[in-house]
C-alpha cells in the first residue's frame, strides 16, 4: 500500500520561510518522478515543482523561481520544498506526489497523492 505524507507547512508572515517534507513509502521510491503542487481556493491544483528521479533535474513554475528549491534524499524516502521570501499568493494547500513523467510537471502524469499540508501567508 502506498502511503505519501506531507508535513512542515504552517502560518507565516511575507517575506518567510518555511520548509516541507513529503515520506513515501509502499513504492520504489528512486524510480519515482516526484512533485508538490498547490491548490488555493476557488483555482485549480497547479504544478509548483518537480525533480527527476535522481534529482538531476527541476523544473519550478514561474511565479516562484528563485524563491523555492525542490530536492530529494532517495536513501530516506523523502522530498522536501524549500519555501522563501513567502508571498501572500503562495497561500493554498501543498500537495507532494509520485508520477512517471517529469516534462511539464502535470498533476495528470502523478499517480499517488498525499492528503495535503496547509501554507498560509500574512501580509
Known amino acids: 500500500q502506498v502511503q505519501v505524507v506531507e508535513s512542515g507547512g504552517g502560518s507565516v508572515q511575507a517575506g518567510g520561510s518555511l520548509k516541507l517534507s513529503c515520506t513515501a513509502s509502499g513504492l520504489d521510491f528512486g524510480t519515482y518522478t516526484m512533485g508538490w503542487f498547490r491548490q488555493a481556493p476557488g483555482k485549480e491544483r497547479e504544478g509548483v515543482a518537480c525533480i527527476s528521479t535522481n534529482g538531476g533535474d527541476t523544473t519550478y513554475t514561474d511565479s516562484v523561481k528563485g524563491r523555492f528549491t525542490i530536492s530529494r534524499d532517495n536513501a530516506k524516502n523523502t522530498l522536501y520544498l524549500h519555501l522563501n521570501s513567502l508571498k501572500p499568493e503562495d497561500t493554498a494547500m501543498y500537495y507532494c506526489?509520485?508520477?512517471?513523467?517529469?516534462?511539464?510537471?502535470?498533476?495528470?502524469?502523478?499517480?499517488?497523492w498525499g492528503q495535503g499540508t496547509q501554507v498560509t501567508v500574512s501580509s
Open positions: 506526489a509520485a508520477g512517471t513523467r517529469f516534462l511539464g510537471c502535470m498533476t495528470r502524469d502523478f499517480d499517488y
